[in-house]
């Protein structure tokens, strides 16, 4: 599977962005997708993630700001980012969880990771 991420930019504080990543390939495995963010000199963190069932978990620092959505039908896991500030900054990835089954039947799960889109917060 191989992901696609767009929609980084500059924005001033209090303003808003719609990150789109979009998933292609042997889609039929995704279950669970999510964006992570690494700032300078920071560790990578989850910022929130989505089932493929719609049910959502978020970090603390962006809960009621941002909001994670997923087209099934187009493959594509969205963040709208609201009330952005400056410590928004960072790097944001995408990510998509794949379901697979060995030979005996076994479930292997791995990770695809979307290249960085970079957000700047800043006036």
């Known amino acids: 599977v191989r992901l696609q991420a767009s929609g980084g930019g500059l924005v001033q504080p209090g303003g808003y962005l719609r990150l789109s990543c979009a998933a292609s390939g042997n889609t039929g495995s995704i279950t669970a997708m999510g964006w992570y963010r690494q700032a300078p000199g920071k560790e990578h963190e989850l910022v929130a993630a989505?089932?493929?069932?719609?049910?959502?978990n978020y970090a603390d620092s962006v809960k009621g700001r941002f909001t994670i959505s997923r087209d099934n039908a187009k493959n594509t896991v969205y963040l709208k980012m609201d009330s952005l500030k400056p410590e928004d900054t960072a790097v944001y990835f995408c990510?998509?969880?794949?379901?697979?089954?060995?030979?005996?039947?076994?479930?292997?799960?791995?990770?695809?990771w979307g290249q960085g889109t970079l957000v700047t917060v800043s006036s």
């Open positions: 990510s998509a969880d794949l379901l697979y089954y060995n030979a005996h039947d076994e479930p292997i799960v791995s990770r695809s």
């Open positions: 989505i089932t493929s069932g719609g049910s959502t």
